[in-house]
Structure formats: C-alpha cells, structure tokens
C-alpha cells in the first residue's frame, strides 16, 4: 500500500474518532474507551512516522537528480571535445598503380631506369620500361585551423615506387633508384594567429614546396609523368617555417626559412634558404611569382644539380672536399618560377610555368638554367578530359651536368678536378624537349583511368647525345631521343 492511501485511511480514522468514542462513553464500557485512546495515540505516532519518511525520500530524491545533472552536464565536455576533434579531422588519399613501354625496346637486361634516361633527365617518377609499377599509396591526415580553431596539423605519408625515389628528390639518380619505400611527405603543426596584418598561417615542420605547377602527388597533375620543368630545376619539399597570408580576397602572400634548397634535412652545412611567392587570383587569369635562395649542400655524385663544377669554376680544385662537403659558403643557388593560367571557358584551360636557375660561385661563369613548360587542358566532358603538354629546359655551362657525367662514365674521372678536360666549355650546353599528351575518364566519382604518349629528345651542343637507352642494344645509353607510352589507374578515398 501506498505511503498516500495509508494516510488517506488515518485521516478517515481519525475524522470518525469521535462517535467510537461517544458509542464506548454510551455503553459504559471505561476500557473499549482507554484502548481506542491508546490506538488514536499509535495512529498519530504512525502518522508523524510516515511523515518523515516522505520527507527523507524527497531529499534523497532531490540529491539523486543533483547528481543526475551533473553527470549530464560533465560527461559532454569529455565526449563532445573528442568528438569535436574527430569530426573536425579530414582523412583522405588515393592508391595508383601504372604501366609503362618503351619505344626503343631496351634489351631485357637493361629495363631498370631506361625510361629516364641519364642522370634521370626525364620521367624519373615512372623509371623503368615494360614493367608494372605500384605508384603510390598516398595517405593524407589533416585538421583544419579557422577563427574557431587556430591549432591544427597535417601528415601526409606515402608508399611505393614513387615514395622510393622521392628521398633523392630531383636528383641525378632519382631515376636509377628506388624499390617500394615509406616517405613522408608532409608533416607540420600549423597555426592561424590573428595579427595586424589579418590571419596568417603559420607552418612549421615539413611542406610542399611554393614553386612550380606540378607536385609529386599523382591526383595533383593532368598528365601521368611529370615535365622536365619540374624534374630539372624544382626543388620537391623543405623543412622550416613558412608563413602565408591573403592581403585581399585576390591577393596572397608567403615566406619562408628552409633548410637548404633541395635539401631536406640536410646534414652537410648549417645554410639556410628563404622562399617567398606573390599570388594573385581573378575570375579566369591567375598568376603567381615564387622563389628561392640560399646555400645548397651534397655530392656531386647524388646531389643534382652539378654543383661541383660550380665549384671548380670557382677555383676550388685544390680543395675539392670542401665544395664536395658543401662547405663552401660561397657557393648559392637561387631559383626564379613563374605561374600563369586562364580559364579560356568552363571546357579548355591554358597554364604555362617558367624557372629561371642561376648557381652563384664567386669568380667564376656561373652555371645557369631555363625552362617553360605549355599546358592546354580540354575538359570534353563531365568524365573525360585530354592534356597537351609542351616543355624545354635549356642549360649554359653545363648546369644539367650531362657532359661531366658523361666524362666520369667514359672513365674521365678526373674531369671532376682538372678544368682543363673542358667539360665546362660554354659550347657544351644541352637543351631537352618533351610533347606529351595525355587522356583521363572518370570511371565513377572515386576510379579515374589514364593513358599517355610521350617523346623526348636531348641535344648537347658540341658533344654526343647518348641520352637515352638504344634500341634493342645492351648499350644502355646511346640514343639523342625516345617514346614512352603509359597507363594509369587512380582509386581516390
């Protein structure tokens, strides 16, 4: 029985008290008279009892709800900030496997790196001929910063054949290396701190590099191989800090301190590099303005681009492990790189990309560079589309290095040290050239598929233009030129 109904009955017990009472007076019965008395006296102790009780149970009542709502109001704080997190955490990437054949038909011996020709000139990205190639497994882990949320970071990690030859970067022996590797390709805490100047996004750990048009991501280009452009004179990544900014909604800005130029980490010099670019973005033109100066270390054996020559033309053969050790202070590169792109209508887009590269050695001709590179995108639909692309890079002094390696293979190794071998004559320049075209359909939303036809050709002025492999002849390099023909599937996640 309730606590409720049990008062509900002693109330109409004691309402009807008083005719008990009068019935006993009236009858003569003293007794019936003192017990009804004593359970009157019961009742209300009973009464007082119930009371109490009542009263307990509301308190009780009221502290289990107090704590009700404290749990509910704590236990969001915890839940909500990790999910909060996790909501706010972008996750994506691709995998990309291709296949890749050679025109010139290389003796089955000699396919490993035949399709880059030498000191990995062209195509070092897709090196070897006739072959299946796992590419990439490009894995990208970020949280975003905005007014809200000013911390954040970002990961990019990479595997396959493309992540192996990625630690060499664009190097002479990018194109000879490289079996299946981890790579990381970024990795940087970044901040957006509020300033006089509006929000600026600081970056400090690892970064893609500001120049150029191409990356090393697949999903990031319209053709399947890279230009020489972008393989002969751009660096790939840096380690440091960069800043970045917008000035307008059309105008953007950024600078940087780097370790080196297209050293990562390096280990050889404590030199340091500044990288900057001036953006500026309308309905259909954009243009862009970046660049890089600073000191470069490394091998000339591993280090592109020749900077051992620089350092002969400096008058430093008397102490070659000091420019071979990249201790020469005196010894910069600096690189120039101009963007231009025009949406000409919603179906064909145009860019063009430049560098200009100048490696500064006191007191001597220095070895200098130039390249452009023509792009015309035609979007046919939705699913399909098709890329032209022109681009000739173009040396003085032999800044590519073609002739001095040529001259350390043919067993002149003591051209490295003895200017007067000649290999530094201006007449030794070399211009390479490549046309490519390249088709893409989207298979669905996720799968894209892509074929490409590609010919290079390399000339040395004054000198043999034994670049790429021969047909059919053990003679790994003996041909001024080539054809590549290669496919590609994408699955983006």
Request: contains cysteine.
């Amino acid at each position: 029985m309730s606590f409720q109904r049990v008062l509900a009955v002693l109330a109409c017990a004691l309402s009807v008290g008083v005719a008990p009472a009068a019935w006993a007076e009236a009858a003569g019965g003293a007794a019936v008279q003192q017990q009804l008395e004593v359970l009157q006296t019961r009742m209300q102790q009973l009464e007082e009892r119930l009371q109490a009780t009542n009263e307990d149970l509301a308190v009780a009542n009221t502290r289990v709800q107090a704590q009700e709502e404290l749990l509910k109001n704590q236990t969001p704080d915890v839940a909500g900030g990790a999910a909060d997190f996790f909501n706010r955490l972008e996750i994506g990437g691709w995998l990309s496997g291709s296949y890749w054949y050679n025109g010139n038909d290389p003796d089955n011996d000699n396919l490993f790196g035949a399709n880059s020709g030498f000191t990995g000139c062209c195509n070092p990205f897709n090196p070897d001929a006739n072959q299946f190639s796992f590419d990439q497994f490009w894995l990208e882990v970020e949280h975003p910063v905005d007014p809200e949320n000013r911390a954040g970071f970002r990961f990019d990690i990479a595997y396959g054949k493309v992540a192996g030859l990625l630690p060499v970067g664009n190097t002479p022996n990018a194109g000879r290396a490289g079996g299946n590797n981890f790579y990381i390709a970024q990795a940087f805490v970044q901040y957006l701190a509020d300033t006089a100047l509006g929000d600026v996004l600081i970056k400090a750990g690892k970064f893609g590099t500001l120049l150029g048009l191409e990356v090393a991501q697949t999903t990031g280009n319209w053709n399947i191989s890279r230009s020489n452009v972008y393989n002969r004179l751009q660096p790939i990544d840096h380690v440091g800090v960069l800043l970045s900014g917008n000035i307008d909604e059309t105008w953007q800005w950024a600078l940087g301190l780097v370790n080196n130029v297209f050293t990562t980490q390096a280990t050889r010099t404590d030199g340091k590099a500044i990288t900057g670019k001036v953006a500026w973005s309308g309905e259909k033109l954009s243009a862009a303005l970046s660049g890089i100066w600073g000191q470069e270390s490394g091998l000339a054996t591993t280090t592109f681009p020749n900077f051992s020559a620089a350092c002969i033309a400096a008058g430093l053969t008397a102490d070659f492990s000091a420019c071979d050790s990249g201790g020469n202070e005196d010894v910069h590169i600096g690189i120039i790189d101009i963007i231009l792109q025009y949406a000409v209508n919603e179906a064909l887009t145009l860019a063009l990309n430049g560098d200009y590269v100048v490696l500064d050695a006191d007191g001597a001709d220095d070895p200098q560079a130039w390249g452009l590179a023509a792009y015309a995108n035609y979007r046919w639909s939705d699913r399909f589309g098709t890329t032209l692309r022109v681009d000739l890079v173009k040396d003085d002094h032999d800044y590519f290095g073609m002739v001095a390696g040529q001259i350390a293979r043919a067993g002149g190794g003591a051209a490295f040290v003895a200017p007067a071998s000649g290999f530094l004559d201006p007449l030794h320049d070399s211009t390479i050239y490549s046309v490519t075209l390249t088709g893409d359909y989207s298979v669905t939303d996720n799968l894209l598929v892509r074929g490409e036809v590609r010919y290079d050709n390399a000339h040395i002025d004054n000198y043999t233009d034994d670049v790429f492999v021969t047909d059919g002849d053990r003679l790994v390099f003996g041909d001024n030129d080539q054809w590549l023909a290669g496919a590609e599937i994408v699955y983006t996640f």
